[in-house]
């Protein structure tokens, strides 16, 4: 079975300080990670996929296969960083699995 | 804006009501992914519909149902409501029927039941 877990339901930092939310998951497969984002009344949308390995608004987040964790990095917190954030997993080449989400972290950034 | 669209944004009911929710995907995309966001269970995955057809099925009550019609857009039927059913409620659309595709979310539909 496929689970997503998101340890901190909030996590509060201070702006200029480093950033880490954590996501560990469980599948016997072969995963594809996502991170998802939701500003404040703004909709949930996608942040970044482990597959492109790109880095957006500064974010980073690296699959480690051995550890099953896929967290979320950020060298440098901004303010405009505060949201819900939702780690997402989807079981690659099997055909129609669909996305699993955690329970989210809220994070707040503080000036 | 993703594209997606839902109405109402706000319903309010009360017990034993029935309601309906409507989402109309962006242009293009075949699936649609109906969600649940509580308090206490983050989101929920409930119902998937690709180009019509049911196509995946997560922790959704029988008292719920859901169809896609043919011009795409779907609508998520919940019937005998109780207190515990008030939530926001998403959908979602995305090109293909994987959930390796990316999700573009409405801005949800919020239900209180009373």
């Known amino acids: 079975a496929q689970r997503v877990t998101q340890p901190e339901k909030l996590l509060s930092v201070f702006k200029g300080a480093p950033v880490e939310l954590k996501c560990n998951y469980s599948?016997?497969?072969?995963?594809?990670l996502f991170w998802y984002v939701q500003y404040s009344r703004q909709r949930l949308q996608l942040l970044l996929r482990?597959?492109s390995r790109e880095s957006i608004k500064g974010f980073t987040a690296d699959l480690n296969k051995g550890e099953t964790s896929f967290h979320l990095k950020k060298p440098f917190a901004q303010e405009e960083d505060s949201a819900m954030y939702y780690c997402a997993l989807s079981g690659r080449h099997s055909g129609n699995t669909p996305l699993v989400f955690g329970k989210g972290t809220r994070l707040s950034v503080i000036a | 804006d993703s594209g997606v669209t839902q109405t109402p944004k706000h319903l309010i009911t009360a017990t034993g009501q029935r309601v309906t929710l409507r989402c109309s995907p962006r242009s293009g995309d075949l699936s649609v992914y109906w969600y649940q966001q509580s308090l206490d269970q983050g989101l929920q995955f409930l119902i998937q519909y690709y180009n019509g057809e049911e196509r995946a099925k997560g922790n959704i009550l029988e008292r719920f149902s859901a169809q896609q019609f043919p011009d795409l857009h779907s609508e998520l039927n919940l019937s005998s409501l109780e207190l515990g059913d008030s939530a926001l409620y998403f959908c979602?659309?995305?090109?293909?029927?994987?959930?390796?595709?990316?999700?573009?979310f409405g801005p949800g539909t919020r239900l209180t039941v009373t």
């Open positions: 979602a659309s995305s090109v293909g029927i994987s959930g390796t595709y990316e999700q573009y």
């Open positions: 482990h597959i």
């Open positions: 599948y016997s497969g072969s995963p594809e």
